[in-house]
């Protein structure tokens, strides 16, 4: 037995970051590119679907935010397996030839934090006070200007959401595996890796990769709350 | 001509009925104020009126166009409108960007939006603070700052909705400038909502009280503070006689009632049924020392002061003459009077400031 | 080895990373859906590395569970296999889905176990051995216990025949058996730490116990007998059933695979790392005999 | 190829819950139970302290609430992996013997949940309008009494957090396959059975078991709002 | 008694200096208004004060207990107090826990606690919403629950943050009249901070002006009102007459002063420099169709109204005597009048109405 492989990861991601290791530089920049755009683009989609929902009253509009909840514990596997029937080659989407590209990974991410991202965005547009709303529509905004109009007031909690989404996709492992297929010098990401070595008993360096993830979540998280301060 | 009409009007938030039976119409150029006590619905109504919500049902017309029918036309109307709410509304970006925003919506040029949103902070005197983020300021600078963001998008209606209910008088009286001058230069129509009864009575050539969901009575101000409808209303405005009693006669063009303790007192009112409710305003009443020889009034009467309380400036007291009395004098006149417990005075009193209500079932 | 350096041929080597730059768009992709236990090894890295320097096709392998690897393959998402389940090989290639079976190499499962061997097995056969720790297990013999993958892997699959062998039926006799029969449900890195902590013997292959080997206080119990015999292949995806597959770049690399160049990486690899290589390549006509019965020389016709 | 698994994937689900097939019940028990108790544990965790951090100034209050924020992309393999070295018989925390149980399963799910509930807990309580804190402290309450107060005030935001919470656990996989070792008949759970079917090529069964999973947390999150709308 | 005793009060938020310099002491048994602009600080001084915040600096003891040595002891100083805050603030809970919060923290027995709640609710007139839930009541109920919710506790020092400024005249009058009475019989020492002067003059013993973060002036309501400090006080009580003068000389006790049109007018105050402004209430100056014969008011002159402007109940005259004066008088003596502009009116004013003060630099 050799010595404690947590002190031993410390140790090996800071080597690893001072040494820049191109390995470990090609699949840090991929997981960020990832997981990055995949945020953006659920983003793009859940933001305004959530604050729609949060505007309007509509039938049934308790059992969707409910069903969000729900879905926040859509397991990761189950996600990549869907997402990975419908990309492969004999899938209905087979001819988008996605599957085992960086692109199918994004796609799977993306699905994967868009409910948690709609539900968030109710939650943080529901700390919206309804007296700013009213006062939205009476100065004359029309529901695209008033949709962004609120998302930009209640952009600290809207960003906490993302960030959360965010954290949730740079994290995850399940989807990007099944439909990334981890193949090294195209579709590896951190979390893969991490799991690799974690397979291999590569402790220490799971621990080193982990802790690089968490210094990319950090770095996404301070660069996010810059910009929102701005 | 009527610029808003609105009839039958009735608002439900799930099982609770906020409106009912409203009926208003307004027009152009008038200042309207609404009063009411706290929860009585000014508020929903302000906001149907600009079409912020809808009613429940109700017919209602604004800009001489039916909105019921045609949800598609409620863009355009709003952006003809504005309104201010009670408590201050900013949003967190610049003071610049916050009064900006109306126009904005509105796609106005880049230039014009930059020389009215300047015009307008220079007017409310927040020059200043133009680059300031709004959430910082104090609420009376931020109800300016929304006063403004406002008043840049040109209103042809403006709705207020309880306006300075935080402010202190300073800036309660700056509001109330810029409003009164918007009505009488640029012939704005203008909706108060508002608790400060003296506001009401300082801006609005008419006034509503809105009671439990309706508008139970309109008209200019001295007829809601001198000759209310019923006595939810008289008690609403501050009202503080009101006296049951029985139409005995008539006599020269007055009614005669007489109270429960025989006292007959003359009004001007014509009866409104047999069983009334005498209704006079406390600063109706006059006070003398003795027999004054010159009055005209057509009440006279000798009466004993039971209390005095000072309610600065002004000074209730309460005189004994068969009923009870609450007579509203000023501090210097109290003095002058030389008033105390006990004391006895003269009362009067003119018929017309006697007015009579049907006498209602409950207390 | 050190954690400070990665595993054999670990995917992280720094030393392979010369390789490993992103072929430049439009290179020719070969997708070899493998085991995870195979590439655990190290040896696919060194492969790819020397294949992707002599020809310039990105090979990119996807390293699934045994199951789902041949089910990648008969979906035609991927162009070719490398794996070690004869039972599944032969089923994938009478569906018809697998063509130009070549096995390229063999080792041995060991039966590992804690150097104690409670249940006495050393020195047994393989499948004595298994009898013997049925009897202790079932008897309750303390400290014996046995570690499935539980998979339905190639190892699995090895493991569920030894039983059989062994006379006992699998799904009534072994499944059930009590609590000595664990079944982990994981890959075989997970199941030897599994077993490690558990103080178990397990069916393990030779190469990830190997890589594994500083970290466990499990020693190899039995190691010989062509019970253990573990075989792997390469089959490719039959274009006729998805003509996008990339027919061509399999065979081309079947036919390196089976060449003496790839051979001799093959045999050598892992001598540097554990003294001894991992796996024995396969030449004819050994090959075409028992206990192989495989082509392994034969170029595909290309 | 048979016919498509995720059609097949429901009509296994539903045979599955219909027939009350007996491995299926006992580890959906299982995971409830390891991620109910987990919830609970981290709940009674990092709800105080959250509303601790959201209560009292303190210089570095920004970076710990960024801390939580980061911890969100904590990877579970990671959590399980540190949680793995604590247990393992060499660890400092081997003489417990909670490896390869539901024990150690349910402390890994707490620890991973821990920042999130916090994180979510301090932007909950954030919701909480200044005013009803001075009402709080001016009522005379002690800091226990205000925190359990602000807590039961924020209870809607602070029950979606602990909801999102207990999503995230049930869903994992990462930690109980590390911690639980998805042994059949003692640790393995839902998402390890998932993920075990998926390597088998299982995907309709794994797909049902991802249904049934969520509807696991459909009716926890059903049980909870009518507890809270009591 | 003192019953709070600060001293060199300061407290900031950031960089932002909310308090400085404050100094107060209140005796017990006595009821204390501050009233000031919004933004002047009262709430955060009433906070402090409550012990709900610390001061940034300064000396601070409430039952005469040093305060800022000692922060182990502020729970149960606190818990001897209670405030009421400006918005009505309840909890989701019932109106019986709501009321019941300060008690359960104090560990109160529960039957004790139930006798107390219910009390409290019968007398804000709430008792049929005992069960109700809270949030779901009318604003002005709202805060009457969060006024029984202090009462409850019985507090000795009672603080109430413009316990008014959402309600209307109804709810307004309920709340002072307890808040009188709970002074008056239980000898209850009261804080309240508003924004309405009038709320001031009628409830508190002694007034404190709050500007800008500092307590400008304290004392009686009426010294407050007529003889304030300084500009920013007058303004803010709302004098309409402040004259830039010169004081020219003495004569018979009374200080006389010149005012740039060159009148003089006597004022009773003596001369606190040289250069001074004259700080005159409208309603102290009287107006005559004809010089009064029997007048003995110190200054008397004839003027001419330039301006009339109602104010319901009041009118602003505005008359001209070589300098500018406003009169406020009611609209009874103003219709007496026949005022009408133009007109020529004889001006009467006290020589004690007139306030000097110093002359400041700014306008
Ligand atoms: N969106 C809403 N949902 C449910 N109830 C509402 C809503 N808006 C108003 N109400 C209820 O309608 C009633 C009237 O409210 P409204 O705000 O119109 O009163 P108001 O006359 O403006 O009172 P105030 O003087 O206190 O502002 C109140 O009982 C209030 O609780
Ligand atoms: N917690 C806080 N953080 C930052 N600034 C604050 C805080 N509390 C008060 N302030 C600022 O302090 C100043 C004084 O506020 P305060 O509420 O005491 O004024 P006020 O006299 O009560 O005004 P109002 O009459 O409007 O209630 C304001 O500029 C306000 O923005
Ligand atoms: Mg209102
Ligand atoms: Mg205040």
């Given amino acids: ?230 | 001509m009527t610029i808003i009409e609105a009839h039958n009007i009735r608002k439900s938030y799930g099982s609770l009925e906020v409106l009912h039976d409203v009926d208003l119409s307004v027009r152009e150029g008038e200042v309207f104020a609404l009063i009411g006590p706290s929860g009585s619905g000014k508020s929903t109504l302000l906001r149907i009126l600009d079409l912020i919500e809808p009613p429940s049902a109700g017919e209602l017309s604004v800009f001489g166009i039916a909105t019921v029918e045609d949800r598609g036309r409620w863009l355009d109307l709003r952006r003809r409108m504005g309104m201010l709410f009670q408590r201050p509304i900013v949003f967190n970006a610049s003071v610049y960007d916050n009064v900006a925003m109306g126009l904005r919506y509105r796609s106005a040029p880049g230039d014009e939006i930059d020389r009215k949103v300047k015009g307008a902070l220079e007017a409310v005197g927040l020059s200043r603070y133009v680059g300031s983020r709004a959430t910082d300021l104090s609420g009376g600078e931020q109800q300016r700052v929304a006063l403004s963001r406002v008043l840049v998008t040109e209103p042809e209606i403006l709705f207020l909705d309880e306006p300075t209910a935080n402010l202190d008088p300073g800036s309660t009286a700056t509001i109330e400038a810029i409003v009164t001058s918007l009505n009488r230069e640029a012939g704005m129509t203008v909706l108060i909502s508002t608790h400060d009864l003296m506001q009401g009575q300082r801006l609005a050539h008419r006034v509503g009280v809105m009671i439990e969901g309706t508008i139970a009575q309109t008209g200019p101000s001295r007829e809601i503070f001198h000759e209310p409808k019923d006595r939810r209303i008289a008690r609403f405005v501050g009202i503080q006689n009101i006296i049951p009693g029985r139409v005995v006669s008539l006599r020269e063009g007055l009614t005669v009632v007489v109270e429960a303790g025989g006292k007959q007192i003359l009004s001007a009112t014509p009866p409104p049924g047999e069983e009334v409710e005498m209704v006079v305003r406390g600063e109706d009443i006059s006070l003398h020392r003795r027999e004054p020889g010159f009055e005209e009034a057509e009440n006279l009467f000798p009466a004993t002061v039971t209390a005095i309380e000072p309610t600065a400036p002004f000074v209730n007291v309460t005189v004994h003459c068969g009923c009870d009395l609450v007579a509203l004098v000023t501090a210097r006149r109290a003095e002058t009077l030389g008033l105390h417990d006990g004391m006895l005075v003269w009362v009067s009193l003119q018929a017309k400031a006697v007015h009579l209500i049907p006498r209602s079932g409950a207390g | 080895a050190g954690c400070t350096s990665p595993a054999p041929g670990g995917n992280e080597t720094p030393n392979a990373t010369a390789a490993t730059t992103a072929p430049a768009g439009g290179a020719i992709v070969l997708r070899i859906a493998t085991t995870t236990s195979l590439e655990n090894t190290g040896l696919l890295a060194e492969l790819e590395r020397v294949y992707e320097n002599e020809t310039g096709v990105d090979l990119q392998f996807i390293a699934q569970g045994t199951g789902q690897s041949i089910d990648s393959a008969r979906r035609g998402d991927v162009d070719m296999v490398l794996v070690h389940a004869p039972a599944l090989e032969q089923q994938f290639i009478d569906d018809g889905y697998g063509i130009n079976p070549r096995c390229i190499a063999y080792n041995y499962f060991i039966i590992v176990g804690p150097a104690s061997d409670p249940a006495g097995i050393a020195n047994m056969s393989p499948v004595e051995a298994f009898r013997t720790i049925y009897a202790a297990g079932t008897n309750n013999t303390p400290g014996v216990a046995f570690v499935s993958r539980g998979d339905n892997s190639g190892t699995h699959n090895q493991e569920k025949v030894l039983w059989e062998e062994a006379g006992y039926n699998y799904t009534t006799e072994i499944l059930n058996a009590g609590a000595w029969y664990v079944e982990a449900g994981k890959g075989m890195g997970d199941t030897l730490i599994l077993a490690n902590e558990k103080g178990a013997y397990t069916l393990s292959d030779e190469g990830t116990y190997l890589s594994f080997a500083d970290r466990l206080n499990l020693v190899p119990v039995i190691a010989e007998g062509t019970e253990l015999l573990n075989r792997y292949s390469a089959i490719a995806v039959n274009p006729a059933k998805y003509p996008s597959v990339n027919a061509e770049g399999a065979t081309d690399f079947i036919n390196w695979l089976i060449s003496d160049e790839a051979k001799e990486i093959i045999g050598n690899f892992g001598t540097e790392e554990f003294g001894k290589p991992l796996f024995i390549p396969l030449y004819a006509p050994e090959c075409t005999e028992p206990p192989f019965n495989c082509t392994c020389a034969e170029p595909v016709p290309t």
């Fill in chain 1, 1 to 230: 037995m050799n010595g404690n492989p947590i002190v031993e990861g410390f140790i090996e991601a800071i080597n690893l970051i001072v040494t820049l290791n191109p390995q470990v530089v090609e699949i840090t920049i991929r997981s960020l590119y990832i997981s990055l755009t995949a945020t953006f683009f659920a983003s793009l989609i859940a933001l305004p679907l959530g604050a729609l929902i949060y505007f309007y009253e509509f039938r049934g509009k308790h059992a969707v935010i409910s069903t969000l909840q729900t879905l926040y514990a859509l397991p990761t596997v189950i996600v990549g397996l869907i997402v990975f029937l419908f990309l492969s080659n004999i899938g209905p989407l087979g001819f988008l030839r996605l599957l085992y590209t960086p692109g199918g990974m994004v796609v799977a991410q993306t699905i994967l934090i868009i409910p948690l991202l709609m539900g968030l965005t109710v939650s943080a547009l529901s700390g919206i006070d309804r007296d700013k709303r009213y006062t939205i529509t009476a100065l004359g905004a029309n529901r695209l200007q008033t949709v962004v109009t609120i998302i930009a007031e209640a952009r600290f909690a809207v960003m906490a959401g993302v960030l959360l989404g965010f954290g949730r996709a740079i994290a995850e492992v399940g989807t990007v595996m099944i439909v990334g297929g981890n193949i090294r010098g195209a579709t590896r990401v951190l979390t893969t890796a991490i799991a690799l070595n974690t397979s291999m008993a590569n402790y220490s360096l799971s621990i080193a990769l982990g802790i690089i993830l968490l210094g990319v979540a950090l770095g996404v998280n301070i660069a996010l709350s810059l910009v929102q301060r701005r």
